[in-house]
Structures are given as C-alpha cells and as structure tokens.
C-alpha cells in the first residue's frame, strides 16, 4: 500500500472526489484569506491552527471549526484548500473557517493519544488537559485574536473529527453554540477497531496511521504504511496465521498495536477513552450525523444521540441517519449507491443544503431558539428509499415483536414448539469470507450492503427465512438477538445479519456490479459480531462449558427498513467473519492475540429452538 499522506487517505475514507474539491479553489482564492497560528494550550503545548477568513469585512461571521489528526493543510502562504467548511453552500454563505492538527498529529507539538480520556472535573489553575480543555483554549485565543467574527462558535467533524467534535461537548466554551459530530467514534471497543471483543482484521493495515508519535511539527507523513504485496486481503492474512505473527510488521515500535495487543478485555484502557459517560450538562446544540451503511462509524452517532438525549433533556439534540456509507453525505456524486443499492439520486447534495446548512444557519447567525423547523429523528428508510422523520428515535410508535428461527430453516413470529437444534462445524482453517470480492481495503465500506448469497450457500452458515411476504413489514429502531446456543470447546464468535432477500423479478440497474443480479439479491441490512467469551461481561471473558447450551445476546445496531411485499426477511447466523474480524481458535487461550497458529481448531456449534428457551431476535416494527 502506497505512503499517501494522510489527508489523501481521508478522502479516499471518506470516498470524497478530489475532482469536486479543484472545482471549487478559484471561489476560496477569490473570497477567502487563510492565516496560521500556533495557538498555546495551557499546559504550554502549541497546536497549529489555519483560519480561512471571508475577505467581505462588510459584516460579521460565525466561526465553524474542525479538529483533526488527519492535517490541517495544505500549510504555507499561498496555498489554500479547495473547498472549505462542510459544504459547498455554507462555503458560499460565508463562515470563519478553522482547520487544527489535534495535539501530536502533523504541524501540533505533543505527543499523540488515540481517544484521549476526558478529564471528569475541572480544577481552576489546573494545566491538564483533554480534548475538550484543547478546544475550549482554541476557541478562547481565536476569539481575541480573529477580526469581524460574531462571538459565536460551530464544530463539526467526520469519522475521527467527529470523535473530537463530540470531546468538545463536556465543559464547552460558553461560545460553543453548535455541534454536529458525524460519523463520530464513540468507543474503540465498540466502534473502528472493535465489535463487541472481536478485533476488527481488517482495520490491521490502518493501525500505522494511529500508532507512531511524530519527533515534532511536520508537513509530511512520519509513518510507514503496510505494503502486503497482494490484492488479496483474505489469503494475506490466511498466510500470516495467528495475530502474534504480526508483530514483525508493527512490532514495540507502533505503540497503538502494543495497545492492541495488550487490552483485549474492555478493561481501564478502553473505558477511560470513551467520550459516553461525559455526555452530560451539554450546553450547546447538537446534530448527531450517520449513515446505515457505516462500516467504520454505526455504533458511535447512535450512542452519542442516544446518550446526550437521555442525559440533557432540555438540550437540542437531532439524529440524522442517511442510505451512506463512512462519510458519504460530505460529498455528491448525482447517485447515492452503496454496494449494488441504488438509493436516489443527490442525497447528499439535499442533506447538505436543507439540513446541515440550517442547522448551522440557525444556531450561528439565525434565532438560536431551536425552532428550527427540522425533526427530532430525521431517518432514511432504506427499503422504500425515502425520507422519514420522528419526534423520538427509536420512533415512540414502533412495537416489539419477536422473530424466531426453527429448525426446518424458516423465520417466523411463532414460537418453536418442539426441541430443536441447528448444527455447523465452524472451522478457522476455511473461514467465511464477509465479501465475495478479492481485494485489500484501507478499511472495508461496501459490504454492509453487499448480496449475502455467496455465504447463505456454505454449509458454516445457518439461513432462516420467512414466507414471501404478503405485506411490507418495516423494522425502526432497535434489534437485540438472544441466542441460545452451545459449542463443542471453549469459545467462539457469533455472527448475526439481518438480510432482506428480492424476488426473482427484480430487474437490475445500471451500475450493479458486474457478474452480479438483483433476482434473488440477497441485500445485508445490519449485521455484528460478539466474541463469545464477552457474553456475560466484555471486561471479564468466560470460557463456554463444552455442550452447555448458553445465552449469547447480541446487541445488533439500529435499522430504518421496510421489507417491501413480494420479499423475505433472513436470518444467517455464523461464526466467522473473515478477513473483517480475526479468527477466534475456538480452544480457550487467555489473549487472542498471542495465540500460537496450533491453538486454532475445528468446533462443533449448535443452535437451539427449543419451546423453553429459543433463539429469538428481538426488534422494532412500525405498522
């Protein structure tokens, strides 16, 4: 893999157009001046800081600030980013725009820490700092130092600068107005290199641009990325065997894979560095951004929502959940598609315009009274493809109902009545691919979205389906699968997706992928894993009982989809997930991790159906 720097990798991340942006330089050039700071924190560290300015001083403007470990350049007199702000149309408006390299990342002194802890207190005098003091010291400096602003001061930010935009909210500047963390990190445990304890493989290649500190300010990328030597990311990491074996590409130098390695559990280390427990007296307005289809980010701005809405009740606190995957809504390419779903055409463009821009507007130059005319929940509802909104999310009308698989295959809303078992030898010597594509991802994006018939035809993988539906049902809000299962050994990861299979009409459209039909299209919905010996507490891991039958509950994240008439509702349930999760070797070891390559070994896994005590999945239905 090539050494890009690291802003080139966020756009390839985000899937931004570098083309978009050199559409809009000659409009920065003429309307904006740009001015670079080093901006003292108050333990002494200097962050460096870019300021885009509107050069029509006939007015005052709002500042909108993003956070980023990703650079803040192009540095230097004369060159200016393409594009400024979240948009086209705010760009246009006219904003103060302020780009920071986070403390420890690029043209920032100090030193770097992933998901750095929020402090839980604030002492007068005191020089600790978190990201929420570094922002609160940036708003405060820019406020004396930049002309012809309002007092009035946004952030936002995508995938990791939304991390930073949500570690802005506790103990915020009191000029911090309004927030929109997008695609925020919530959790490392639970989001990116994590679900729910299982190691998430196929983030290994972009551990290099989280685990090397910079010897000081620099312009150019301090890192060394990974080159495999192949396009095939399942036989790479097939060869390479147990992940202990991958410390001859990262080794004590890559601090963050040390951290890795050494933090398996949800133990201190993970805990102290999610921003949800801060979540609390949130003053300014907030704006929580996702897309159903994120394959890095889903967990994060659904917690982060969820969180600040339970605990700041009086505050101003929306959800907007779009048909994007990471970060899709920053750009528009006239289609909004993700794998072979076509979900509309310029999505983002019309989130971007009457949504995101009025939100902003609002809060920095408008009333600021939160009558903004938007909903509570504004939500894409990926199986009609349109918009829907609520007053609550999940939707206050939304019922629980059950699903239950039984033995024969199907799915349904009755209860088994007899006692039956489903059985599948899972075996990490033949792992079940996550895509049928051969490739080698920065990260993986696609596959949340990707036809699931390739793994419903192996024998390691368990489908339960309903009838052809007679009338559309539509699941809103939350699904939890309660599994009652066994194995033959100590441990083992659990697979649950939710799939919505097309009927043999469908017809294609253009752009489906090649080799590829919607007859029959098995389209994944929501999908997650936990890794079995976190059933019972993710910080304390317990061995299964050999035959034992067990529950597993699994928490999936939310869905918005109608299963339209004419199709069916599945289930697959499985126990590997490969190369998007590592392999777990089934034999008990204490960290995965430093697994030898002979711990890994075939187990026998059941599923029970029984009337007592079946595997049921839990969800939401509006009707």
Do not use: C
Request: hydrophobic share 35%.
């Amino acid at each position: 893999m090539k050494n890009y720097p690291v802003y080139i990798l966020l756009w390839i991340f985000l899937g931004i157009n570098v083309s978009t942006h050199a559409q809009h330089a000659d409009f920065v050039l003429e309307k904006y001046d740009k001015k670079e700071y080093q901006i003292p924190m108050r333990d002494g560290v200097k962050l460096h800081t870019v300021v885009y300015s509107p050069k029509d001083k006939s007015q005052t403007y709002p500042f909108v600030m993003q956070r980023t470990p990703y650079s803040a350049g192009p540095y230097g007199e004369g060159k200016m980013k393409t594009l400024l702000g979240p948009s086209e149309k705010m760009m246009k408006e006219g904003y103060i725009f302020v780009y920071q390299d986070v403390r420890g990342r690029w043209m920032s002194e100090g030193d770097y820490d992933n998901m750095r802890p929020t402090i839980p207190y604030r002492q007068e005098g005191s020089t600790a700092i978190d990201e929420s003091t570094d922002t609160f010291d940036t708003i405060e400096y820019l406020l004396e130092q930049v002309e012809n602003h309002n007092g009035k001061f946004g952030q936002w930010g995508i995938s990791y600068p939304g991390f930073y935009s949500a570690a802005s909210l506790p103990f915020a500047h009191p000029a911090l107005k309004a927030v929109s963390p997008q695609a925020p990190i919530a959790d490392f445990y639970f989001d990116d290199f994590h679900h729910n304890g299982a190691y998430f493989l196929s983030y290994w290649v972009a551990t290099a641009v989280f685990g090397y500190q910079h010897d000081g300010p620099t312009d150019k990328p301090w890192y060394q990325m990974v080159n495999p030597g192949t396009k095939d990311a399942y036989q790479f990491f097939m060869d390479m065997g147990s992940l202990k074996n991958a410390d001859k590409y990262y080794g004590e130098d890559n601090f963050f894979w040390t951290q890795l390695k050494e933090n398996p559990d949800y133990n201190e280390f993970w805990q102290k560095r999610s921003i949800i427990p801060h979540l609390n007296e949130v003053k300014p307005a907030v704006m929580t951004v996702g897309g159903w289809f994120d394959a890095e980010d889903l967990y994060g701005p659904l917690m982060i929502y969820k969180t600040i809405e339970k605990n700041n009740p009086d505050t101003y606190n929306t959800l907007v959940m779009g048909p994007w995957s990471h970060g899709d809504w920053s750009r528009e390419r006239g289609y909004q598609q993700v794998s072979n779903i076509h979900f509309g055409d310029s999505v983002s463009t019309w989130y971007q315009n009457h949504i995101e821009a009025e939100f902003f507007e609002h809060f920095l130059k408008g009333p600021a009274d939160g009558q903004t005319k938007l909903p509570e929940a504004y939500v894409f509802d990926t199986g009609k493809k349109e918009w829907r909104s609520f007053d609550t999310w999940p939707p206050k009308e939304a019922k629980n109902e059950i699903y239950y698989p039984h033995g024969n295959g199907k799915l349904s809303t009755e209860a088994p009545k007899g006692n039956e078992v489903s059985v599948f030898v899972s075996d990490p010597s033949k792992p079940v691919p996550y895509s049928p594509d051969i490739k080698f991802n920065f990260t993986p994006r696609k596959y949340m979205a990707d036809d699931q018939r390739f793994a419903a035809r192996r024998p390691d993988v368990l489908v339960f389906e309903t009838d052809v539906l007679e009338e559309e049902v539509t699941l809103a809000g939350e699904i939890l699968a309660k599994l009652m299962v066994s194995t033959s050994e100590a441990d083992a990861d659990w697979i649950v997706k939710l799939v919505d299979v097309f009927p043999h009409d469908t017809p294609d459209h253009e752009r489906v992928q090649e080799g590829t039909h919607l007859s029959n299209y098995h389209m994944m919905v929501r999908s997650e894993v936990i890794r079995g010996r976190y059933r019972e507490s993710f910080s304390e891991p317990k061995p299964f009982v050999a035959g034992q039958k067990t529950e597993v509950p699994l928490q999936l994240q939310d869905v918005m989809h109608t299963f339209k008439k004419g199709h069916k509702i599945q289930i697959q349930i499985q126990s590997t997930w490969f190369p998007l999760i590592d392999r777990n070797p089934q034999k008990w070891v204490e960290n995965i991790f430093k697994a030898e390559d002979t711990d890994f070994i075939k187990a026998t896994h059941k599923v029970y159906h029984d009337a007592e005590q079946p595997t049921a999945i839990h969800v939401q239905v509006l009707k």
